[in-house]
């Protein structure tokens, strides 16, 4: 007796994802007319009833989901992770974490797993769905044995990815402002006074970068101050890149900015060890502020004026969004755009 066949049979057989296929039985209008065609077709041609295809639909739920996770050590996901375990559990999953390290290469004591093996190992087990929080996801040169294990587990099992959307692969995407953390910080210390600024911190190979750098140019661009490009120092997202950047500022440059916009709080107090170190004051000689709040800032002295992005509603977002995808109703949700706010320290 031939085997019916499942969600999962029908996605492959549309090359679409099993939560596209459910969307299009519930008729959800998150779905494309062009992908709903196609998916419409392959059910007809395997003349199958909506009831006999919903029984093939039954599977075994385990009620578990996925992060994973590039660096649990980073208070960025340390605080998203946690927001997240706790929406979870609020709705009755538990939580399996994979923490690859890959984050912070450089600096990592730990053994690097390939993001592509933890993906292949979840699309093998009982998960119910995913979440992606940073990775080779916010490289501008994706692997390709990441794109296509991506690929594979996205048609297998739900995905939402906090980050960017890859063309080419069907997830879910929450993605944070990039942009706005840059220029509120930015104009603040314009606010102030201070014509002379730079910025410290970042990856070159991280998208995220390139974004926060476009809006900090642009920014000093609209309030007419020069962009000297001696005073933007690239490396890296953690504390000793911070002090590091410090160290170019001052081997590059006779004279340093009067106030310098880090990408993050771990790369500010990094800095202000630094000028510490040789007797350069903040806030008096020179001033700065951060893109970025990571817990525990208000207590670092000086106080880091910094940008709050508030990941406690960026978590209950992912899990509204990965929620409603897991119950294959015809309910959709939009990601609301979470509202930046900036803290103001003593660090400017």
């Known amino acids: 007796m031939k085997k019916p066949l499942t969600i999962k049979d029908i996605a492959e057989l549309a090359n679409v994802s099993i939560a596209t296929v459910s969307r299009v039985l ?182 995220i970068t390139q974004q926060r750098i476009d809006s900090f140019k642009k920014t000093l661009q609209q309030a007419n101050i020069m962009v000297d490009d001696n005073h933007i120092v690239l490396n890296n997202f953690y504390l000793q890149h911070g002090y590091e950047a410090v160290d170019k500022l001052l081997s590059q440059s006779e004279k340093l900015p009067e106030a310098i916009v880090a990408i993050n709080d771990h790369v500010a107090k990094g800095a202000i060890r630094a000028l510490k170190d040789k007797n350069i004051s903040v806030p008096d000689d020179i001033a700065i502020a951060s893109c970025e709040y990571f817990p525990g800032s208000e207590y670092f002295i000086p106080r880091i004026t910094t940008v709050n992005h508030h990941n406690e509603l960026i978590g209950k977002t992912v899990m509204q969004v990965l929620m409603t995808l897991l119950k294959d109703t015809t309910e959709s949700v939009v990601p609301e755009k979470i509202q930046l706010s900036l803290i103001p320290g003593e660090s400017c």
């Open 26 to 207: 519930n008729n959800n209008s998150w779905v494309a007319d062009k992908t709903r065609a196609r998916v419409e077709k392959v059910i007809q041609e395997q003349q199958f009833s909506p009831n006999l295809l919903a029984r093939g639909m039954i599977s075994k739920k385990t009620q578990t989901l996925a992060i994973v996770v590039s660096d649990i050590s980073n208070p960025y996901f340390v605080m998203l992770v946690a927001q997240i375990e706790n929406e979870s559990l609020r709705a009755g999953y538990k939580v399996t974490l994979y923490d690859t390290q890959s984050a912070n290469k450089s600096s990592s004591q730990g053994e690097i797993i390939p993001e592509e093996n933890i993906f292949n190992s979840i699309t093998d087990s009982q998960i119910d769905g995913v979440i992606i929080l940073g990775g080779n996801i916010d490289y501008y040169n994706v692997p390709d044995s990441y794109f296509h294990e991506l690929k594979k587990l996205c048609a297998a099992i739900p995905v939402i990815v906090v980050g960017r959307q890859l063309a080419g692969v069907d997830y879910s995407c929450v993605e944070r402002d990039q942009s706005g953390c840059v220029a509120l910080a930015t104009n603040y210390l314009i606010s102030k006074g201070y014509k002379s600024i730079g910025f410290i911190g970042g990856s070159k190979s991280v998208y």
